[in-house]
């Protein structure tokens, strides 16, 4: 076995076409730096010269999946840097800002147990997750193109009185509006558009539903008044191991729903939320509290409205979604969470 004057830590830029891999010793002095073409096989076997196990690093970017799970099917100590973190600890002016420089950085970080870590969802929830985020995409598609359909009908002095364009009261409204020229030709367009997106997002629903049905989270998020299939699916696949967050506030702090503080001496300011987060489990939680939510969580929204007007509402919606989270916080680590009415097993 190595003695501690011979570990090495690796750090690891890596790119679409190619990557940087350099290695430190013991006291962060450089070892060696070296491009490849990427491939499993030759980040392997880069990574490999720094000893069996070695702790590598990289940076959570564009098509990492691949390759930390090459380095960790090898038995390599895989650490998978923040994008955001990093970002925060490369602010200020540079004289230069290179593949190697930033490999040797991710290096020097890993030693000094300094690096901003994202968590490593497992390859099978990583699978569903981007079932949920290709969902996600194909919504705004949706709805883009359903509000593409309106613009249309109003620039002809039309108006649409359905509420829902995919439904039957919808195809009636639309098949009543008589649009000279091109301007037919595209709302035909559109209207196919729509459906098959429609038609893509039903399948996917299926699909998420068929693959977390089984998932007890997912079961019991769904007794919660305010989830749903689509918004339990996403505080699962993107929270995963809520166990990794040792309380509710930690999971708010990463959604990005705690104020900014900005402190000094005497002075202490709290501003807006950070947004500094998962934007998706932001918008779940978000959404969770719109309609009919849980009676302790509507009125968290309702008691800021009624002390402070409704200019508030904002504020209130934002709070109410935090207290959701703390609910989503014990239902996933606990089954139950005791503020709610006693309907989750």
């Known amino acids: 076995m190595s003695s501690i004057s011979d570990r090495q830590w690796v750090g690891v830029d890596l790119h679409l076409y190619r990557s940087v891999i350099v290695r430190i010793d013991d006291r962060g002095q450089e070892l060696d730096c070296v491009?490849?073409?990427?491939?499993?096989?030759a980040l392997v076997a880069e990574?490999?010269?720094?000893?069996?196990?070695?702790?590598?690093?990289?940076?959570?970017?564009?098509?990492?999946?691949?390759?930390v799970d090459a380095l960790r099917a090898a038995g390599f100590d895989v650490h998978l840097a923040h994008p955001y973190g990093m970002r925060k600890q490369r602010r200020g002016p540079k004289r230069a800002k290179t593949d190697h420089l930033d490999a040797l950085?991710?290096?020097?970080?890993?030693?000094?147990?300094?690096?901003?870590?994202?968590?490593i969802a497992p390859p099978e929830l990583r699978e569903v997750r981007e079932l949920v985020r290709h969902r996600r995409q194909l919504t705004k598609v949706a709805t883009s193109t359903k509000a593409g359909i309106r613009a249309g009908a109003a620039k002809h002095g039309?108006?649409?009185?359905a509420t829902q364009l995919d439904s039957v009261a919808g195809s009636n409204a639309l098949n009543a509006i008589q649009l000279p020229g091109w301007f037919a030709d595209r709302l035909a367009s559109q209207r196919r558009i729509m459906l098959l997106v429609e038609d893509e997002i039903a399948r996917v629903d299926a699909e998420v539903d068929r693959r977390l049905k089984s998932n007890p989270d997912y079961r019991n998020l769904m007794k919660v008044k305010g989830i749903g299939?689509?918004?339990?699916?996403?505080?699962?696949?993107?929270?995963g191991d809520v166990r990794r967050f040792p309380n509710p506030a930690a999971l708010a702090c990463w959604a990005g729903m705690t104020p900014r503080i900005d402190e000094s001496d005497r002075r202490r300011r709290e501003g807006s939320i950070s947004k500094?987060?998962?934007?998706?489990?932001?918008?779940?939680?978000?959404?969770?509290?719109?309609?009919?939510?849980?009676?302790?969580i509507k009125k968290v929204r309702d008691d800021i409205i009624a002390r402070r007007g409704k200019r508030a509402r904002n504020v209130?919606?934002?709070?109410?979604a935090r207290r959701m989270l703390e609910v989503v916080y014990w239902v996933m680590r606990d089954g139950e969470a005791r503020c709610l009415t006693k309907t989750v097993a």
Do not use: D, M
């Open 35 to 41: 491009r490849i073409e990427n491939s499993p096989a």
């Open 47 to 67: 990574v490999g010269k720094a000893g069996g196990g070695v702790s590598v690093a990289l940076e959570a970017t564009y098509g990492w999946y691949w390759a």
């Open 105 to 119: 950085e991710l290096a020097r970080l890993l030693r000094l147990e300094s690096l901003p870590e994202s968590w």
């Open 158 to 161: 039309l108006t649409i009185e």
């Open 229 to 239: 299939p689509v918004l339990a699916a996403v505080f699962v696949v993107e929270i």
């Open 276 to 296: 500094e987060g998962c934007t998706l489990v932001r918008w779940a939680a978000v959404e969770a509290v719109q309609r009919n939510c849980e009676p302790t």
């Open 316 to 320: 209130a919606k934002v709070a109410a």
